[in-house]
């Protein structure tokens, strides 16, 4: 531990549930709407926010959690034409690592990999990942935080993992070993249908410290509550590129994994970079 940065030698010691959880409280209290412009807009300048995408003026949120979590305006992020094996971003963000899944492993950084079955802790049959591809998708407090669709199918499980609140940035990537399985997450499953026949993609939500809330979006709920710790059955409701999944309250990342049948023949179209939803990540070969 003697070589970790300073900051994160800190953050063993701070208490980042409680932390997170006070800033969470905070974003979400209304504020006065003469004060709404001055404030938010500290945030937006600081950290360039692009307001003329967002759905609604500045002044109409009323809170610093309505402006992180805004919609777009309609037409904004149209998803990539679909094509056999076709799987679009699901978020605004940075590629920062991908590979393929092996002897249960991903990679979260150079010499640090982590666990698929961990990362899907209540999903008995994450074997059924090996061999198929990994992408992890890295959103900034600049990026836009609603989380959506990858892929034509059929969703059959929802899930909530309780966990740490570690940052999600360089400094933990390359230090803290296992993060992902080690953060609070929450999981999408769908079975790929259609064009995605043969596929089977994973969206796992990782929170971070101060970004301890991650919503599934209610249509996958069907009226239930996600469990604290546990997962949900979906009775294989179908699902559209594009189509709500979830969103972050404040910033974090979303690994992607890809399985199924067809997997062996899934490509990816980049394997780093900016990416935005409705990007194509890969298809079939």
Known sequence: MTSWPLSLSLLRV???????AAAGWAAGRTLPGGLREAVLGRFVRAYGLDMAEAERPLADYPSLQALFTRR???GLRPQAPEAPGCVNSPVDGLLIASGRIQAGRAIQAKGLPYGIGE???HDPGAARFEGGHYLTLYL???????IHVPIRGLVTAVGRVEGELWPVNDASTTHVP???ERNRRATWVALGAGPDEGLEVAAVAVGATHV???IIDGRWLSGRTLPRDGSLPVDLLPCAP???LGTFQFGSTVVLLIGGPGAARWEPALTAGPVRVGQRL???R
Do not use: N
């Open 119 to 121: 990362l899907l802790k």
């Open 212 to 214: 301890g809330g991650v």
């Open 178 to 180: 296992r993060l992902y």
């Open 72 to 74: 777009l305006k309609p």
């Open 14 to 20: 701070y208490p980042k549930k409680l932390g997170s």
């Open 140 to 146: 900034s407090p600049r990026d836009y935080h609603r």
């Open 242 to 244: 594009g189509d709500d």
């Open 282 to 284: 890969g298809l079939f």
